[in-house]
Nanobody, 121 residues
Framework: QVQLVESGGGLVQAGGSLRLSCAAS????????MGWYRQAPGKQRELVAI???????NYADSVKGRFTISRDNVKNTVYLQMNSLKPEDTAVYYC???????????????WGQGTQVTVSS
C-alpha cells in the first residue's frame, strides 16, 4: 500500500503565506513526478505545480512568482510554499505522485486526502 498524507493548510489573510507538505509512505520503489492540484467550490480540479524526480518544475500561470514547489527525495516528501496569497487561491489542495511500488511492473497515480486553504480578504 502507498499513502500520501498532506499537512499545512489553514486560514490566512490575503498577502500571507502557507507551506503545504505531503509525505508518501509504503512499499515505494521509486517516485517520479510529484505535484499539487487544487479544487475550488464549483470548479474543476486544476494543476498548481509539478516537480520531476530530477527537480524540474512547472507552474500554473496564476501562481508563477508566488508559489514554489520542492521535494526531498530522501523523505519522499513534496512541499508547496505559497506566498502573497490571494482570496482566489482558496481551495482544497491535493497532493499527487506517480509511484512505482516494489514488485509492480508499472507506476500508478496516487492522491492525498486534500487540505483546505482559505485566504480571507
Amino acid at each position: 500500500q502507498v499513502q500520501l498524507v498532506e499537512s499545512g493548510g489553514g486560514l490566512v489573510q490575503a498577502g500571507g503565506s502557507l507551506r503545504l507538505s505531503c509525505a508518501a509512505s509504503g512499499s515505494i520503489l521509486r517516485i517520479n513526478d510529484m505535484g499539487w492540484y487544487r479544487q475550488a467550490p464549483g470548479k474543476q480540479r486544476e494543476l498548481v505545480a509539478i516537480i520531476t524526480s530530477g527537480g524540474s518544475t512547472n507552474y500554473a500561470d496564476s501562481v508563477k512568482g508566488r508559489f514554489t514547489i520542492s521535494r526531498d527525495n530522501v523523505k519522499n516528501t513534496v512541499y508547496l510554499q505559497m506566498n502573497s496569497l490571494k482570496p482566489e487561491d482558496t481551495a482544497v489542495y491535493y497532493c499527487n505522485a506517480d509511484i512505482k511500488r516494489w514488485g509492480s511492473l508499472t507506476s500508478n497515480d496516487y492522491w492525498g486526502q486534500g487540505t483546505q486553504v482559505t485566504v480571507s480578504s
